[in-house]
Structures are given as structure tokens and as C-alpha cells.
Nanobody, 123 residues
Framework: QVQLVESGGGLVQAGGSLRLSCAASGRTFSNYAMGWFRQAPGKEREFVATISLSGSSTTYADSVKGRFTISRDNAKNTVYLQMNSLKPEDTAVYYC????????????????WGQGTQVTVSS
């Protein structure tokens, strides 16, 4: 089992920044590809970003490319999502997820999820 706990969400004005953290425990963190997903009210959960085991490879949704950065610190068992130039349409609950070994942009491929953290961007 892998336990994931997100933090860092909040209310921010458009154009502002937030950094989300996701702390993992329970298994060898460096064996898990990590992803960030988000879900707005009335919408399906959507892919935001994913990072490889070592952190050397990342993939982003087109909607956040150039504004968000995913990173990880395997010594701290933590994955981060730096969000800059936030827009009202970024408002959602943000979830981190873990998948053994191989990255994916499909939420159904991930077996472990955090509880989510709310991000609200005001215009």
C-alpha cells in the first residue's frame, strides 16, 4: 500500500502562484511514477502532469504547459506541483496519484490516490 497526502492548496488571485506537495509513505517511493490530476465540479477528473521514477521525464496537459512544473524529491518521498500564472479555470480539487514504475496520463491507470486539495483561483 502507498499512502498519499496532499497539501498546499488554497485561494489565490488570477496570475498568482501556488505549490502543491504530496507526501508518500508505505512503499519504496522511487518505484512509483507520480501524477497530478484535477477535478472541477461537474467535470471528469483530468490529467495535469506526470513524472518518471527518477524525475528525468515529465509530461503535461496542454492546458498547463509552460505554467505548471512537476518535480519530485525521492529522498523526501514527496512530489510537487508548482503552479504559476494561475487562471480561474484552474480551479479544482487537485489529486496526486501513484503508479508502479510506468507513467500514464490516464487516471484509471493509477492505483493509489491522495484525498485531494482544493485550489480556487479568483478573477
Amino acid at each position: 500500500q502507498v499512502q498519499l497526502v496532499e497539501s498546499g492548496g488554497g485561494l489565490v488571485q488570477a496570475g498568482g502562484s501556488l505549490r502543491l506537495s504530496c507526501a508518500a509513505s508505505g512503499r519504496t517511493f522511487s518505484n512509483y511514477a507520480m501524477g497530478w490530476f484535477r477535478q472541477a465540479p461537474g467535470k471528469e477528473r483530468e490529467f495535469v502532469a506526470t513524472i518518471s521514477l527518477s524525475g528525468s521525464s515529465t509530461t503535461y496537459a496542454d492546458s498547463v504547459k509552460g505554467r505548471f512544473t512537476i518535480s519530485r524529491d525521492n529522498a523526501k518521498n514527496t512530489v510537487y506541483l508548482q503552479m504559476n500564472s494561475l487562471k480561474p479555470e484552474d480551479t479544482a480539487v487537485y489529486y496526486c496519484a501513484a503508479r508502479e514504475f510506468v507513467r500514464s496520463s490516464r487516471y484509471r491507470d493509477y492505483g493509489y490516490w491522495g484525498q485531494g486539495t482544493q485550489v480556487t483561483v479568483s478573477s
